[in-house]
């Protein structure tokens, strides 16, 4: 099988996207570049002109090669008929949706991270909270838009997200009445999942699949956002230089193992495959799970290669992992 990266995407993850295939180009450098641009077409491009580009979180990234297709089907053609395995460099939308991985599928095509029916699933914020539930994971209650103001007047304060989104994107916190016309807006373009507001310290931990198939919790990481900042949005994630990732994180061992348990016990409930990376909460009551990725940040300054160096596993030593993982999956 060729090893290519693909990586870009239409939708408004597609920067983090590239700053991921920088990453994997470093730890796989013979591998194949596929770049999925905004308008559907796939380009090849060279690795020179990947890790030139300075600014992946902020400017756009463009291909120096030639086309590969002008639509991500007839690329999954392509790689079909080169016998090509992905290396999913890639993150939301369709990318992360399920759409992506049930076009593999349908093409047999090897791929890295979860299949189709977990990826839709764990996409949808509010079916991935009833999934963990099921497997006894704790999360906050949800709030219908027609009762956000009732719900105000109750906690005080209230946090929304897009339902199916990532790297933060369109995170409201509901501080006061006017964040409220805030929210009602945002929820005219795409769904939101309202929650109470918790306080407590932000908490994200990965989970990897194996060689052997078992499936392992990684470290804990411990998250402080940049002074000021109201949580850990995308600015904080990837362009605040005081935000703060302690990993492991300064968390109690009862508390770093019921976040690691959670994290595995998602994992499972959603079906996933590969690797995941799960997030919460940790309040005064213990961990309240908030959502599970499977396809995480993979770039220099991602959660999940820092959780990968403080458990001992050399990044590309994972890639070779699941890429072992995917080339399996697609001849069973």
């Not at 918790?198 to 804990?220: H, N, Y």
Request: glycine letters at 8%; aromatic letters at 8%; hydrophobic letters at 45%.
């Amino acid at each position: 099988m060729r090893i290519t990266i693909l990586f870009g995407g239409t939708n408004k993850e597609r920067l983090v996207s590239v700053a991921s295939a920088q990453a994997l180009h470093t730890a796989l450098p013979d591998a194949d570049l596929w770049f999925w641009d905004a308008d559907d077409s796939v380009y090849a491009t060279s690795g020179k002109a990947l890790l030139a580009h300075a600014r992946p979180f902020e400017q756009a990234f463009k291909a120096d090669g030639a086309q590969v297709a002008r639509s991500i089907e007839q690329a999954m053609d392509r790689a079909k008929a080169d016998d090509r395995l992905l290396v999913l460099g890639l993150h939301g939308g369709r990318a992360e949706n399920g759409e992506l991985q049930a076009m593999c599928e349908l093409h047999g095509i090897a791929f890295t991270g979860s299949g189709s029916a977990s990826s839709n699933l764990a996409f949808d914020k509010v079916a991935a909270k009833r999934f963990a539930a099921i497997a006894g994971v704790h999360s906050a209650e949800g709030i219908a838009l027609a009762d956000i103001e009732a719900a105000f007047a109750e906690h005080g304060k209230l946090i929304a997200k897009p339902a199916r989104d990532g790297s933060s994107y369109g995170l409201i916190f509901v501080n006061a009445k006017q964040d409220i016309v805030a929210v009602r807006n945002a929820a005219k373009a795409e769904e939101y999942v309202i929650e109470p507001f918790i306080a407590g310290t932000e908490a994200t931990c990965g989970v990897l699949e194996q060689a052997d198939g078992s499936v392992i919790a990684l470290p804990p990481i411990e998250i402080i956002p940049a002074e000021g900042g109201d949580g850990f949005d995308y600015r904080a994630k990837y362009l605040a230089a005081a935000t703060q990732e302690i990993c492991p994180g300064r968390f109690p061992p009862e508390i770093s193992a019921k976040i690691m348990d959670m994290a595995v016990r998602a994992h499972r409930a959603l079906s996933c495959t590969g690797y995941s990376r799960t997030d919460f909460i940790v309040s005064a009551k213990g961990p309240v799970y908030l959502e599970t990725n499977t396809l995480p940040g993979l770039t220099k300054a991602s959660l999940y290669p820092k959780a990968l160096k403080a458990q001992g596993i050399e990044f590309v030593d994972f890639l070779k992992g699941q890429i072992a993982i995917a080339e399996r999956r697609a001849r069973g």
